[in-house]
């Protein structure tokens, strides 16, 4: 028997998941990752700490499913976005942490080139924000000081992970990730002369961009004593997107994990929002000759979803673990007038405010730790339905159903409510995992371990279906005074 492997590396932490030929998942391994926050508003990673996880995953994954390496046919990988480091190419040490997707530093630097914003835009499909790689490479760049460029490598962590897995001989992305860099240019699908210019960054540090369904290069040997290909690499979010199926126009799909991400599947042309969602791309299929086949997504990137269940967690330590926030909040009746915005990194679709920060309203002395619980998970589905909402306007067919997925879908009780105020059903499957599950099919269509893409797809078993409930009135009433909230904590730290 044969098997494939998923490397996912997410920002909470790092997995390595072990698919049979059936899509059923046999062996994992997971460990959560350090979150640095060494200013307010800075979030920060040890690449080395990953890359440590990802070793120790593949072998107790591995082991978890009773195989042996040789059982293992591909690896597919994926990985949070965004998130990017510099690396000395001798000594295969980072020259800084990683500086995270959600990390704030460089608002700065962005209001600063605020003259190229439509330039920006046009070339890349994103707006000017600090959550794109480009001005944390900038700001680490000038961090290091006076290097020798030849000895520097750049990137995200698909190319960090990839150059580490292949011993150092493949620095390689894929485009679903380097759509996320801010540096490609969406129609060329190519590091941009011009966006290199504008954020002064040299292209010789930056990875070769290759197609997400392809073969990037062979495991080191010396990590699991054989040879694996690399057959697949997809930005977290574009893999959830491939994993549930949405390879058309208008197909798409909701992610809760560290922030909360809705993508549609746009077809191969570019479309461009008039309601703040972002153009992407969804990923590339390597075919015979060099050539790849392409696809387009519009997105709207919500950055704080599972992190406040974290930062309740671990910041407040008013919850013990994440899934405390289910029954605490059906504790209630209501949200008692607490409302949340969670803007603990700013606010992105559809706000883009790196100013914004988060904000209890509404506070009374009736105001008990179960309401703050409650306003926290409402404040994730109302985001979400913010960004429904500009989904309908921009594409004039209202959604009739949302499939999700990712770590916080676990909780009954945002699912039903995510039911409630869109008014509409929320289909979960039985594996949560999507984005690892989307790297793992990849890959193995990409080897021929697999053949049907539809097939895999229809495999797919739906856990539950949350049908809007009697309270959907009365939540969608609370989102109208949530959206009040929102504008308060808007424009904060100027
Ligand atoms: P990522 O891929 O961004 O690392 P995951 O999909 O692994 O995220 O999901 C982890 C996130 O899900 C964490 O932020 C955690 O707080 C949140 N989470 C996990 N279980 C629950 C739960 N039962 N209720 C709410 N949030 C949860």
Redesign the pocket.
């Known amino acids: 028997m044969q098997y494939i492997m998923s490397l996912?590396l997410?920002?909470?932490?790092n997995r390595a998941i072990i698919f049979d030929r059936a899509g059923q998942i046999v062996g994992l391994a997971y460990k959560e990752l350090t979150q640095y926050y060494p200013k307010p508003g800075w979030v920060e990673h040890d690449a080395m700490e990953i890359w440590e996880a990802i070793r120790w995953a593949m072998g107790a994954a591995i082991q978890d499913a009773g195989i042996t390496a040789q059982d293992v046919a591909a690896i597919g990988l994926t990985v949070?976005r965004e998130t990017c480091l510099l690396w000395d190419k001798t000594t295969g040490q980072p020259l800084h942490n990683a500086i995270v997707w959600q990390d704030r530093r460089t608002a700065g630097l962005c209001h600063q080139l605020e003259a190229y914003r439509s330039e920006i835009y046009e070339r890349s499909g994103l707006f000017l924000d600090a959550y794109f790689s480009a001005t944390k490479l900038m700001w680490l760049l000038d961090q290091v000081g006076d290097v020798n460029l030849d000895n520097v490598l750049g990137g995200t962590i698909d190319s960090w992970a990839i150059w580490q897995l292949t011993g150092g001989k493949v620095h390689a992305t894929d485009h679903s990730n380097a759509s996320r860099t801010m540096l490609m240019n969406l129609k060329e699908q190519d590091w941009d002369p011009e966006l290199l210019k504008i954020f002064n960054l040299p292209q010789q540090i930056l990875p070769e961009i290759k197609p997400s369904q392809g073969i990037f290069g062979q495991l080191d040997p010396d990590l699991l004593g054989v040879e694996i290909p690399i057959a697949a690499t997809f930005g977290?979010q574009q893999s959830a997107l491939f994993a549930h199926g949405c390879d058309q126009p208008g197909l798409l799909k909701c992610?809760?994990?560290?922030?909360c991400f809705l993508v549609s599947h746009m077809g191969g042309e570019i479309v461009r929002s008039q309601n703040h969602l972002l153009s992407t791309v969804a990923w590339t299929t390597a075919q015979a000759g060099g050539d790849y086949q392409l696809g387009y997504a519009l997105e709207g990137s919500m950055f704080t979803?599972?992190?406040c269940?974290?930062w309740l967690?671990d910041g407040l330590n008013i919850i013990d673990t994440?899934?405390d926030?289910?029954p605490l909040a059906q504790q209630v009746e209501d949200n008692g007038g607490v409302y949340f915005v969670p803007a603990l990194s700013g606010l992105g679709a559809p706000h883009w405010d790196m100013s914004a920060r988060g904000a209890f309203l509404g506070l009374t002395r009736g105001a008990s730790k179960a309401h703050m619980v409650r306003a926290v998970?409402e404040a994730i589905a109302n985001q979400a339905r913010e960004v429904v909402q500009a989904v309908n306007e921009d594409s004039g067919t209202p959604i009739k159903e949302l499939k999700v997925d990712?770590?916080?879908c676990?909780?009954d009780f945002?699912m039903q409510y995510q039911a409630d105020v869109l008014g509409i059903p929320v289909e979960r499957p039985a594996i949560?995992?999507a984005?690892a599950q989307g790297a793992a099919f990849a890959a193995g269509l990409a080897v021929g371990y697999w053949d049907s893409y539809t097939d895999l797809v229809k495999g797919r078993k739906i856990d539950r279906v949350f049908e809007p409930s009697a309270r959907a009135t009365q939540a969608q009433d609370s989102f109208a005074t949530w959206q009040k909230a929102v504008e308060r904590a808007k424009h904060w730290v100027e």
């Open positions: 996912d997410g920002t909470t932490g949070q977290d992610t809760y994990g560290t922030g979803a599972g992190a269940i974290q967690r994440a899934a926030s289910e998970l990712g770590g916080a676990q909780n945002l949560l995992d984005t």
